[in-house]
């Protein structure tokens, strides 16, 4: 029952929290402008830093040092880079001839990659209807993202093939290197983040559930990493954000909001990820992302597509079927075993 309880919690700070904190950075970005992406990450980070630092710092013989680990440090470590690994590959493939709808269909195939890595890493098994569930979750997620402002078309897919084959004809091989090379990119980020959710799975398992020394230490640990990469570009955000004029105070209000979701969010996300495996966190979090869509279209008036409530449907559709399927899965492990 406490278990319960737990994950309740979870699911309320994940659909309250990360819903709030996309609309609150929809916005945060109509106010200003894209360069204060960085900031928002940057401060984020800090401020989940400094609100979790003083239950891990302890003031014995008058000194000031770091609470003893219950989980090794080097755990963290690796954790921090392959988060960093996935930020980074997934913000410049864009610079390899990688198109937005490219990128998008890549992004949607998370969920199917999850059940891959976790096949692969952590021999997991899982039920007939899982496997059809997290198919059905990528398309209905390919759907509404490619086809969100405008009805089903293969003009879209056809023009883009073209164009592609255009241009790699007039520069030959240059341009299918890069291409390939930014491939490459997303298929490393795709990777690194899935295996950082199993890796994520197995930490827990392994060392018990400490979700808030993980989140303590997973972002104080990437804050050099910010300062010393992306250190101009959070002096640009700042400035950016200082120079919106009459809308500064507007602005700072907006910041603080999206921190502070931002912060309960992230909790929601390390409390469901130590109770629960990696499918069933990307499976929630690929369904927070369709509830957000849909109170951005409800409170912004955005534009949605019959075809896109086609592909909502489908994702929700999926993950009913997930949830079927998961109570099946005790089942497939325990005839598996019997198997062996």
């Known amino acids: 029952m406490a278990s319960s309880a737990v994950v309740m919690n979870g699911l309320v700070f994940v659909f309250g929290g990360c ?3 996309v609309l609150t950075l929809e916005d945060l970005i109509k ?3 894209s360069n204060v992406g960085i900031l928002v990450t940057f401060t984020q980070f800090l401020f989940i830093t400094l609100t979790l630092l003083p239950g891990f710092v ?11 680990l219950n989980v ?11 988060f960093y690994t996935s930020s980074s590959t997934n913000n410049s493939v864009f610079k390899y001839k990688i198109s937005i709808p490219l990128h998008i269909v890549f992004r949607c195939f998370s969920t199917v990659i999850t059940m891959i890595v976790s096949w692969l890493v952590n021999k997991k098994r899982y039920s007939r209807l899982q496997v059809i569930a ?3 979750l990528t398309i209905g997620a390919i759907i509404t993202s490619l086809y969100q402002d405008h009805e089903f078309s293969l003009e879209p897919i056809l023009s883009w093939w073209k164009t592609r084959q255009d241009i790699s004809m007039k520069t030959n091989s240059e341009y299918d290197t890069t291409f390939l090379l930014g491939i490459c990119l997303l298929v490393i980020s795709s990777i690194s983040s899935a295996l950082l959710s199993v890796y994520n799975e197995w930490t827990y398992k392994t060392y018990g559930k400490h979700w808030q020394e993980n989140l303590f230490y997973t972002h104080f640990l990437s804050l050099p990493i910010f300062m010393i990469k992306d250190g101009n570009h959070i002096m640009t955000g700042y400035r950016q954000l200082t120079r919106s004029g009459s809308k500064v105070g507007r602005s700072h209000v907006l910041l603080f909001s999206n921190i502070i979701t931002q912060n309960i969010c992230i909790r929601g996300v390390n409390i469901l990820a130590s109770h629960t495996n990696a499918l069933t966190l990307s499976v929630i979090l690929t369904v927070r992302k369709f509830v957000s869509l849909l109170l951005s279209v409800v409170i912004y008036k955005n534009i949605l597509s019959y075809t896109s409530y086609v592909g909502v449907a489908t994702v929700f559709f999926g993950t009913l079927l997930y949830i079927l399927g998961s109570r099946q899965s005790p089942q ?3 005839q598996t075993k019997k198997n062996q």
Not at 58 to 68: A, D, H, I, N, T
Not at 72 to 82: A, F, G
């Open 19 to 21: 819903c709030a904190n």
């Open 31 to 33: 106010e200003n402008n």
């Open 58 to 68: 302890s003031f014995e013989s008058g000194m000031v040092r770091l609470k003893p």
């Open 72 to 82: 090794p440090l080097k755990v963290y470590i690796w954790s921090v880079i392959l």
């Open 134 to 136: 997290a198919c059905l």
């Open 332 to 334: 497939v492990t325990s």
